[in-house]
């Protein structure tokens, strides 16, 4: 369970997030939404530690977030960001394997193996195991870069744009397995992106981020209104749905 | 008859073709694990033979056997040195180990050091002499020799390596600080690093314009880099600096891995790449500065063997740090022995001959490598 409480991140004088009141709970899939600049990803990175807020507070499972030590807050909490170098000679096997590292004691042990393996092949990553990351897609890169995280085996899941590069197929199967993920094994996961349909369609919350600060928050159906979207995006939408599942189509700025 | 010129013929490349789907993990882990376990064992296995080559040739030449024979009578005895009568034990003991040896710790330091150095750094043009060691050290040396320490005779020697070693260090200092200011980041480091140089070359510059013409010699000749004065207490001291900072850098094997997956990665995984990248950073420069200070300055192994090794073996740290090691060993072994025996008695330094022999291995194996490793 993450709560964000009155968060507030200035770079300089640019104030990026201020005021930030966000609750995700375990087991529910919460999509952050807003345009570029909106503060996205710092609130993730926040989230994460990757970055100091200057105001406000972050409770991880009911314990401040700078009471864990590394490789405990590792144990707890994974992160994906927005990009994986391409500059990298890793191996998809050798960047997966990487999510054991918080919980290794003496070297990767047979359960570490078939984690790893488990993961791998749920995510349709395991045939490229072998190859270099820079030798893969941007999309295949992306799944791999998920598995390193799922196989850390984290209570909390923090995902920057998770699908940003995946076809329509690979786009359902994630979010199908991350949704999977937060209702069976009761994973809170908060993930930014820009696909409106994606979030509508699997996102079991919406928060929706403008000039720094939380607009709207609920389900899609009740954050997602041609209003707000027109707000936060400054583009006119219809809003609907077909065969019971959410659309949000953009008709023009 | 060199036999050293065939010596590194690398086990096969670490990355295998794309897999077969859903091969079983535990095999998969024991395939990939064996493989590099037996290609660190043959790298070894090609340092000892080699070392043994290396001991055998000179112009007082001895077999093999005879080779084996001496170290192994050496061994078993009880006095070791005070007891060797023949003038080849001597030659074995007090001439040629001694310098094999400083060729295999300084290959080794030199190597595994470049692998941190890139590692923290994410860089591969990254090697301790980044940060500017070799122009300070010779700068040091120089220094020492302008202040005449050739004509003291046994002193004289130590004060070059000290001025050496301190002056690296000096430079090291400021380059990490300026560095450290913005958290060891590579492009600062590299730019502080090349500032520093031009600084120091030129007052290296400004020392041989002052200097006599034997003074002179003496500059030039330390800038090569060459292992004829090794001696047993040189490769003690260099030995001792590389088993401090070895387990530290075995510890933080998985750490350079997560470093490669990128900096936010490997924060997220745990790792505090503050400290790490400080800690590897100062015993990186220390171990340089403790080789380079007895040797003059030999830093192309730094740079290349760690990336001969990674073509080997991949990126896999906890393999890549000891194959490195190896590589580098055999790499500054190799060279100095072609270097004494190429045109014996004349020595050709060993700085100089590690490049013709590095060189073309590396542009081999950048034609062979697969696409991917830093490009």
Redesign the interface.
């Known amino acids: 369970m993450i709560e964000i409480t009155s968060l507030g991140v200035r770079f300089g004088a640019t104030r990026v997030l201020d005021g930030v009141d966000l609750t995700v709970a375990a087991g529910s899939l919460t999509c952050l939404l807003g345009a570029n600049g909106a503060g996205k990803s710092t609130l993730i990175r926040c989230a994460a530690r990757i970055l100091s807020p200057t105001a406000g507070s972050i409770h991880l499972d009911g314990r401040p977030q700078h009471e864990f030590d590394r490789r405990e807050f590792a144990r707890l909490l994974a992160y994906v960001p927005q990009t994986v170098p391409t500059d990298t000679p890793l191996t998809a096997l050798e960047l997966v394997q990487l999510g054991r590292t918080p919980h290794l004691r003496n070297g990767i042990g047979a359960r570490d193996r078939e984690v790893i393996f488990e993961v791998m092949e749920r995510l349709r990553v395991a045939r490229y195991a072998m190859r270099p990351l820079a030798e893969l897609s941007g999309g295949e890169r992306q799944r791999v870069a998920l598995a390193r995280a799922l196989v850390q085996e984290p209570r909390i899941l923090l995902l920057d744009e998770p699908t940003s590069a995946l076809d329509l197929r690979h786009q359902l199967e994630t979010m199908g397995i991350v949704r999977g993920l937060a209702r069976e094994s009761g994973l809170a996961v908060l993930m930014a992106m820009h696909d409106l349909n994606l979030a509508a369609r699997f996102g079991g919350e919406i928060a929706l981020l403008a000039d720094g600060r939380i607009q709207a928050r609920g389900a899609w159906d009740r954050v997602l209104t041609p209003a707000s979207i027109r707000a936060a995006y400054g583009v006119d939408a219809r809003v609907g749905r077909v065969e019971g599942l959410p659309y949000i189509l953009p008709v023009g700025v | 008859m060199d036999a050293t010129v065939d010596a590194p013929a690398p086990p096969r490349p670490g990355?295998?073709?794309?897999?077969s789907?859903?091969e079983d993990?535990?095999r998969?882990?024991a395939r990939l694990t064996a493989r590099r376990l037996l290609s660190i064992a043959s790298a070894v296995a090609l340092l000892a033979l080699t070392c043994l080559l290396a001991i055998s040739l000179g112009t007082n030449a001895l077999s093999l056997a005879q080779t084996a024979q001496i170290l192994l009578g050496g061994l078993l005895s009880d006095g070791l040195l005070a007891e060797v009568s023949t003038l080849q034990e001597k030659i074995v003991w007090q001439l040629r180990l001694p310098r094999v040896a400083m060729a295999v710790v300084g290959g080794a330091g030199l190597a595994v050091t470049g692998v941190m150095m890139q590692g923290i750094t994410?860089n591969p043009l990254v090697s301790p002499f980044t940060v500017g060691l070799s122009p300070a050290a010779a700068f040091g040396a120089s220094l020492a020799i302008l202040f005449g320490a050739m004509e003291l005779a046994g002193l004289g020697k130590y004060l070059i390596v000290a001025g050496a070693f301190f002056a690296a260090l000096l430079c090291a200092a400021i380059v990490l600080v300026i560095a450290g200011l913005r958290g060891v980041a590579a492009t600062t480091m590299i730019l502080a690093g090349i500032g520093l140089t031009y600084l120091f070359s030129a007052f290296t510059a400004t020392i041989q314009f002052i200097a006599t013409e034997e003074e002179l010699a003496a500059i030039v000749h330390w800038t090569f880099g060459t292992l004829n004065a090794a001696s047993w207490d040189e490769v003690a001291i260099a030995a001792v600096l590389l088993a401090i900072a070895l387990p530290v850098f075995r510890a933080d094997a998985?750490a350079m891995?997560?470093i490669?997956?990128?900096e936010?990665?490997a924060?997220?995984?745990?790792?505090?790449l503050r400290r790490i990248r400080l800690r590897t950073a100062i015993l990186s420069v220390l171990l340089t500065a403790g080789i380079i200070a007895f040797t003059g300055v030999i830093g192309f192994v730094g740079l290349v063997a760690p990336h001969i090794a990674?073509l080997i073996i991949?990126?896999?740290h906890r393999f890549l740090i000891p194959f490195a090691m190896a590589v580098g060993a055999l790499l500054l072994l190799i060279a100095d022995t072609i270097g004494r025996s190429l045109f014996s008695p004349a020595v050709v330094p060993v700085g100089i001959v590690v490049a013709y022999v590095g060189v073309p291995l590396f542009i081999h194996l950048i034609l062979k490598q697969?696409?991917?490793?830093?490009?």
């Open positions: 990355a295998l073709p794309p897999d789907p859903g993990p535990h998969l882990h994410r998985w891995n997560a490669a997956a990128g936010e990665t924060r997220s995984l745990g790792f505090d990674r991949g990126n896999d697969r696409r991917g490793a830093y490009t």
